[in-house]
């Protein structure tokens, strides 16, 4: 390497440099914000945030924990916590911002916070105000590619739904174990899902059982808290589903449809439970239930595995209740029935069908049990007082489904028309276009307002139901060539009181839709006249439900009541809940006798 | 006299562990006769941090913003091996724009690295704006850095199934204007530098890597294509899109401070150079494919090695999953293991106390991947 002159000279032509703009700024003086981008101090929209804690459980440094909040209460789908942050142990990687199912954490562009208070560095995003709360820029979650914080369902495989109005045959085909590990792997853990159920079943748990092909520990898992988990795998509400913390940026766990998988898996659930091998010692105390549809069983159940000599009464031939006998074949199969009803024989509960108890027979059964817990469900179809209702072919919906439509004994008509909105409506209707008729369902409100499942009237509506909203029902008539339904357009009006908004008639203008049949799908009530005036005087009587204090207790000596007659949802899971609960407030008042 | 540790005749002295240059915490314990070294030995330990037992105790994903820290000067070849890995082992297809994007990010570090290492050069003889002066040229690059990742320093982007975000608009843009900027004053930054009489009287001659040492020590990166290798994982084994990229590798081979530190100056251009072809032919499409459940991401279980060329030259991460949600062990090679210890120890030897920190910052050692 030769040495040049101008090696000498040349670097001094830096000094150039000196007559130009500086590169540097004068910090603190003049700061430069930082990028749209930048992932500077912690944001939380408190709002938006269901305390789920997956921010807590993805930061690698434990920076953030979950703490309570002054305003905030758990309440359903929230734990009321919110997630404080430490940035004495924060490395600003933002995965708790990637991976936050709400999408109420972010990162502002500040970057800058000279505070002489060591201990303001551990605060609460959102609650602890702060100066960049407002900032417009900085880290945001963007879940659409990554899918960090929320990911697409499993998607259940379900039959054509031309092919599946032909029969009666399972609408839902059910997931293979591939499926069902994917999907019961997209579980957080949060349990914000145990809150919501009425029966808390310990869903993260099972989810993980499943996803780790753990079927047998799912199964004992379920009967923790529900005995009939073949019935709700199948027909539950899910209200677990509706808080499900992946259910915000992507769609929430099928735990309804995994609940289905791990039941399915198994020949006998009494096997996987061994509940014959591990007889309980007989505590000598004995309950009466009456009614043999979920909360019943749940109760029954319970009680026998406490050690209680359990014994049923079914006023009909077979148990399941209302849940069972009404819900249509293609949604609730029969098949599972005997599954179920060996788990409740093999464990030692009691049945007495074709045994039904009224009046004196209840005054005995209360005297020579250490309790009896009433779970009669609701008997009747509620009436609807608009003329014409008396007409043959006008029939109530309930009925309808209560007396096994599939086995094609019942001719439902050629041109069907249903009144209401709830899953009886929807039953009845799909059950019509399954026995061959042009099936219309009339509601009185918008569709975002009926009460049956958002599937289950997508379901309807893909295979052909005309679902008619917003139609007030005026009177059926009858013509030459049988009814006409005549309805009125209705609007929605809100309603002052904060209710949901009422339907009201738009104009005076009749309209009318001419069937062979309506079937009125409006609501079912109790027939509480099996009861004694001794008991039912003392009972505290609502709107026909029997009201019970959180311990399911009438307040009547020895007399506990669940299921649909009492007030409640009116689900299979909050029936369950009812008989668990039941049964332990049953055997603590024996305890402390 | 070499080799001699003789107190009588030698005088012993620990150098470092402050910055010597800017090489990091390390110290050489040196005996010397005179001016001349006769003996040196590498002392390590002051940065251990633990990485690779930390790694163990983390779920898959937690550990890709932990890599980065392994490297603060180029955390993305960290981020990069890691996520080589995982995806080899977990079977993931990285999309296409993903693959570029990362090179993009790759050859935009590498660029950042040698800016400040080149600079820093001059800086190691006293030539202080010069150290100045590539220090500034860096931080033009980690503003784009902040633009496209949300950090200047630890980028915590290229993950495990593709890379974090986009490009934000106008990036193309903003990485031109940047290159145009540091291409113009370069030429300012040789004539303090390249043609610079101190700096070719510190450097010429000086702290020789002999050629025949590249093979017995396993020499890498500029340290080796400064003594006359062609040794670059970009050309040898391609990844991402360098297969689809058209360059040389950079040689030189003059064995000394100077050829090494002319080398990453030619290789600042050679980034300039596949950055612009990168933006050029940049494909659409998603950035990314989506991962399992983050907090239930098990790994099948396997082993793998993976290597890129980092501005220090390859760097590799043997990654072993027992099929788990943590890695069950993960090793960091940086090329500085050789370079720091063996290497270094053996060039001191003969040479002059005062260029000490020069050979050093020839060599870019850097202690963090030394004590993982």
């Known amino acids: ?593 | 006299m070499n080799g001699s540790t003789d107190p009588l005749k030698t005088t012993h002295l620990f150098f470092g562990p402050q910055h010597p240059g800017v090489t990091g915490n390390m110290s050489v314990e040196m005996w010397f006769d005179g001016d001349e070294i006769t003996r040196a030995i590498t002392h390590v330990g002051y940065l251990h941090r633990g990485f690779e037992k930390l790694m163990e105790r983390r779920l898959w994903i937690q550990n890709f913003p932990l890599v980065c820290r392994i490297c603060v000067p180029e955390s993305d070849i960290n981020e990069e091996c890691y996520a080589l890995a995982v995806e080899k082992l977990d079977g993931i297809e990285v999309p296409e724009r993903a693959r570029w994007i990362r090179t993009l990010v790759l050859e935009l570090a590498r660029l950042g690295v040698n800016l400040m290492s080149f600079g820093g050069q001059a800086g190691t003889i006293g030539l202080g704006t010069g150290a100045m002066w590539g220090i500034t040229f860096r931080d033009f690059v980690l503003d784009l850095f902040e633009e496209l990742s949300g950090g200047r320093i630890y980028h915590v982007y290229v993950q495990p199934g593709g890379v974090r975000r986009d490009l934000p608009e106008g990036f193309k843009k903003s990485v031109l204007s940047v290159l145009d900027k540091i291409g113009e004053r370069l030429p300012e930054l040789d004539r303090l530098t390249l043609n610079n009489a101190v700096f070719k009287q510190r450097t010429v001659g000086v702290g020789i890597v002999k050629p025949e040492w590249i093979d017995e020590m396993g020499l890498v990166g500029p340290v080796a294509r400064g003594s006359g290798s062609r040794r670059d994982v970009r050309k040898d084994a391609p990844y991402e899109a360098y297969g689809e990229l058209d360059f040389e590798v950079v040689t030189e081979d003059g064995c000394d401070i100077y050829s090494r530190a002319l080398v990453r100056r030619r290789e600042i251009d050679l980034s300039m150079n596949l950055i612009r072809q990168i933006l050029d032919l940049m494909p659409g499409g998603p950035i990314a494919v989506p991962l399992p459940n983050l907090t239930e991401w098990r790994i099948p279980p396997g082993e793998i090695y993976t290597r890129v060329e980092s501005s220090r030259g390859e760097y590799g991460y043997y990654v072993v999953s027992d099929g788990s949600l943590r890695p069950r062990r993960i090793h960091v090679r940086g090329p500085s293991y050789v370079h720091a210890v063996t290497l270094l120890e053996r060039m001191l030897v003969g040479a002059n106390i005062a260029d000490v920190s020069n050979i050093m910052v020839s060599l870019t050692t850097c202690p963090p991947e030394i004590e993982r």
């Open chain 1, 1 to 593: 390497m030769t040495m040049k002159f101008t090696d000498i000279v040349s670097p001094f032509l830096a000094w150039s440099r000196a007559a130009k703009k500086a590169d540097t700024i004068p910090y603190p003086k003049k700061s430069n914000p930082g990028s749209d981008r930048y992932r500077g101090f912690h944001r939380n929209d408190l709002d938006k945030c269901i305390g789920c804690g997956r921010c807590e459980e993805i930061c690698q440094n434990l920076a953030i924990s979950m703490v309570e909040v002054k305003d905030s209460q758990p309440i359903k789908g929230d734990s009321g916590l919110r997630p404080s942050v430490d940035y004495g142990r924060c490395c600003w990687c933002a995965l708790c911002v990637d991976v936050c199912s709400t999408g109420s954490l972010s990162l502002s562009n500040s970057y800058s916070w000279p505070t002489d208070n060591a201990d303001a560095c551990a605060f609460i995003p959102g609650s602890d105000e702060k100066a960049w709360d407002d900032s417009k820029k900085g880290y945001r979650q963007d879940n659409s590619i990554l899918q960090w914080a929320g990911s697409p369902r499993v998607e259940m495989p379900v039959a054509e739904p031309d092919e599946r109005i032909k029969s009666f045959e399972e609408v839902v085909r059910g997931y293979s174990p591939e499926q069902a590990a994917a999907e019961a792997g997209r579980c957080i853990q949060c349990g914000l899902c145990v809150t919501a159920c009425p029966a808390n079943m310990h869903i993260p748990e099972y989810l993980r059982a499943i996803a780790n092909g753990d079927y047998s520990h799912a199964v004992k898992l379920f009967f923790d808290n529900n005995p009939l988990p073949e019935m709700c795998g199948k027909v539950c509400t899910r209200e677990c589903e509706s808080v499900c913390a992946m259910g915000y940026q992507g769609e929430a766990i099928a735990i309804r449809w995994l609940k289905r998988f791990a039941c399915e898996w198994f020949e006998s659930l009494s096997d996987v439970l061994a509940v014959d091998e591990k007889p309980l010692e007989p505590n000598g105390r004995s309950v009466a239930i009456i009614g043999t549809g979920p909360a019943g069983l749940s109760a029954a159940y319970y009680l026998t595995r406490m050690g209680f000599e359990t014994h049923v009464f079914e006023k009909d031939g077979e148990g399941g209740g209302v849940a069972q006998s009404a819900i249509p074949e293609y949604r609730l199969p029969s098949g599972g029935y005997e599954k179920q009803m060996d788990v409740f024989r093999k464990a030692g509960v009691k049945f007495h069908y074709n045994a039904e108890v009224c009046c004196d027979d209840i005054l005995k059964i209360s005297d020579d049990y250490d309790a009896v817990f009433i779970a009669a469900g609701l008997q009747r179809s509620s009436e609807f007082t608009i003329p014409g209702v008396d007409l043959q072919g006008v029939e109530h919906a309930f009925y309808f489904l209560m007396n096994h439509p599939e086995d094609g004994s019942i001719e439902a008509g050629r041109r069907v028309l249903v009144v209401g909105g709830g899953n009886v409506a929807i039953d009845t209707a799909r059950s019509c276009k399954r026995l061959g008729a042009e099936v219309v369902i009339s509601y009185r409100r918008r569709i975002e307002d009926m009460p049956a499942d958002d599937e289950e009237i997508q379901e309807a509506v893909d295979e052909g139901i005309d679902l008619r909203p917003q139609n007030i029902p005026i009177r059926i008539e009858e013509t030459d060539s049988g009814l006409l339904y005549i309805y009125a357009e209705a609007l929605m009006i809100d309603d002052p009181a904060g209710g949901r908004p009422k339907p009201v008639r738009k104009d005076d203008i009749e309209h009318g839709i001419e069937v062979d049949k309506v079937f009125l799908a409006i609501g079912q009530s109790s027939d509480l006249s099996f009861l004694p005036d001794e008991i039912s005087d003392n009972l505290n009587i609502k709107w026909g439900r029997i009201q019970v204090d959180e311990h399911q207790y009438t307040g009547v000596k020895n007399i506990y009541a669940g299921g649909d007659i009492t007030p409640g949802a009116g689900d299979v899971i909050t029936a369950i809940a009812d008989g668990m609960r039941a049964a332990k407030a049953i055997a603590e008042s024996c305890r402390t006798e």
